[in-house]
């Protein structure tokens, strides 16, 4: 999975923005719209490709493995890797010297048609 790489329409990229609602935070987009998105694809191809990078990689595996998809997709491959992107000075001005990469880990679940 690269950083660069442009989206196929086979994939669902899932994010790990989160907002503050009154006193605790709470994800941007709901785990339903992820598993909607799923669906969507699968009436279009055969497979779909569930991707995400970091603190998403939770939510990436609830949305392969939601209940109400079971009877319509199975697991056909589960791929981990890692990333590596530049440390941005503004994510963390308490880095000393030299910017360093930061490694981020990557899961692509691949669901199929049952």
Not at 2 to 20: A, I, L, P, R
Not at 57 to 82: E, M, Q
Request: with cysteine; proline share 4%; aromatic share 6%.
């Amino acid at each position: 999975m690269s950083q660069d790489s442009k989206q196929k329409e086979n994939e669902v990229f899932v994010g790990s923005e989160k907002k503050q609602v009154g006193d605790r935070w709470d994800f941007k987009v709901p785990l339903a719209n992820y598993i909607n998105s799923v669906r969507m694809v699968l009436d279009k191809y055969p497979e779909v490709i569930v991707k995400a990078r970091g603190k998403a990689i939770v939510r990436a595996c609830d949305v392969a493995t939601n209940r109400s998809l079971d009877n319509a997709v199975g697991i056909k491959s589960i791929s981990l890797s890692r990333e590596t992107f530049p440390d941005r000075k503004e994510k963390n001005p308490e880095s000393k010297g030299e910017p360093r990469d930061v490694n981020v880990s990557a899961i692509e679940i691949v669901l199929k048609k049952k």
